[in-house]
């Protein structure tokens, strides 16, 4: 009996341990821009949220670990954005509304073309640009940004609130669920 009791136990640690490895481990499923384009042609009901970063940049990475690693975060970009993690200085080509977006060689590192116009040219890490379901440029949004910072902007441009209010009467009336 007692043995019994044991392994019960033990099975019930386990998977609560399972659940909340589970919670901590969700991750944003990060696409392509070419991906977030095709699923944005097949089902326009999202927007799209591209993290434009690099890969010395340190303030990035904390937003890697902090912001996009925060499970509330995780499941509502996952549910309502398509997201895309973009390097600012990747060397791949990346062709999306019949242009082809190049690396350009620029000092000593460079940038993409397709950071340049998604950033409007104004070059700052990290940056989180939103796009229509149309793939027209809404709004980029340069610097870090924790959790209860992006939090509203994620509700802001995914419900349309952007199209009838404006920031500071949506930031009022916005519940945080963090």
């Not at 990290?126 to 809404?138: A, M, S």
């Not at 349309?160 to 009022?172: G, H, L, T, V």
């Amino acid at each position: 009996m007692k043995q019994i009791a044991i392994i019960i136990s033990v099975l019930a640690s386990t998977l609560c341990l399972g659940q909340e490895q589970t919670k901590e481990t969700a991750e944003v499923q990060w696409l392509t821009v070419e991906e977030a384009y095709a699923k944005s042609q097949e089902d326009p009901s999202k927007k799209i949220l591209i993290d434009v970063y690099t890969d010395w940049c340190g303030w990035c990475k904390r937003m890697d670990k902090t912001t996009y690693s925060n499970a509330e975060i995780v499941e509502y970009i996952n549910t309502n954005y398509y997201p895309v993690k973009f390097d600012a200085e990747q060397k791949e080509d990346v062709t999306v509304l019949n242009n082809t977006f190049k690396f350009v060689q620029s000092g000593r590192n460079g940038y993409h073309e397709l950071a340049a116009a998604l950033m409007n040219n104004k070059m700052s890490y990290p940056t989180t640009v939103i796009l229509d379901e149309n793939f027209q440029l809404i709004q980029p949004i340069p610097g870090y940004l924790d959790a209860k910072t992006i939090e509203p902007i994620l509700w802001f441009f995914s419900s349309n609130s952007y199209k009838e209010a404006n920031w500071d009467d949506f930031q009022k009336t916005f519940k945080s669920k963090l």
